[in-house]
T-cell receptor, first 114, second 114 residues
Framework: DQQVKQNSPSLSVQEGRISILNCDYT??????FLWYKKYPAEGPTFLIS?????DKNEDGRFTVFLNKSAKHLSLHIVPSQPGDSAVYFC?????????????FGKGTLLTVNP | NAGVMQNPRHLVRRRGQEARLRCSPM?????VYWYRQLPEEGLKFMVY????????ESGMPKERFSAEFPKEGPSILRIQQVVRGDSAAYFC????????????FGEGSRLTVL
């Protein structure tokens, strides 16, 4: 029972273009969403987050959009750079007693070609 | 300002042996989380600990797995009588607050069971 789904296992884009990574969730109790970036043989690194009270959060080249009614979020990277090539994990957590627990998607491997 | 330190980075065990994975949280962090990543999967929550307390072990298999975070020293994830299905990357994360904020992950310990 996957509560956080990243349906694209991989994505390839040209340097300088926009990368759009998508994430869907099923648990309506989730109210905080995060994106993590992971290089091979390293741990995940926090990238950007968004609370359910917002529909957009921007940090430099990275913007996360949240559509609560569709239970969908997306990460936009523009312009994409070769150093952005990594696996991107979408994660979510809810309020209440277990609000420390992150639920992760399976990840999307982004390849940015020079 | 060291990050989350995990060791060993790689561990090979034969079926039936014991595996011990260690995690030292970031300085100032008193909350530790263990996540497991099976091949082709996202990270899955295992256990949440504070010093000398297990707060939530709902993600940990009931048998053979145990975790501790003693008053002094690192957190330890212990797997007894390992089986091939235990082969995975085990990530430790820490946070300064138990219920908010991003998690800071270590580089992971990769367990291979022969």
């Amino acid at each position: 029972d996957q509560q956080v789904k990243q349906n694209s296992p991989s994505l390839s884009v040209q340097e300088g273009r926009i990368s759009i990574l998508n994430c869907d969730y099923t648990n309506s109790m989730f109210d905080y969403f995060l994106w993590y970036k992971k290089y091979p043989a390293e741990g995940p690194t926090f990238l950007i987050s968004i609370s359910s009270i917002k529909d957009k959060n921007e940090d430099g080249r990275f913007t996360v959009f949240l559509n609560k009614s569709a239970k969908h979020l997306s990460l936009h990277i523009v312009p994409s750079q070769p150093g952005d090539s990594a696996v991107y994990f979408c994660a979510a957590k809810g309020s209440g007693g277990s609000n420390y627990k992150l639920t992760f998607g399976k990840g999307t491997l982004l390849t940015v070609n020079p | 300002n060291a990050g989350v330190m995990q060791n060993p980075r790689h561990l090979v065990r034969r079926r039936g042996q014991e595996a011990r994975l260690r995690c030292s949280p970031m300085k100032g962090h008193s909350h530790v989380y263990w996540y497991r990543q099976l091949p082709e999967e996202g990270l899955k929550f295992m256990v949440y600990l504070q010093k000398e307390n297990i707060i939530d072990e709902s993600g940990m298999p009931k048998e053979r797995f145990s975790a501790e975070f003693p008053k002094e020293g690192p957190s330890i994830l212990r797997i007894q009588q390992v089986v091939r299905g235990d082969s995975a990357a085990y990530f430790c994360a820490s946070s300064p607050l138990g219920t908010d904020g991003e998690l800071f992950f270590g580089e992971g310990s990769r367990l291979t069971v022969l």
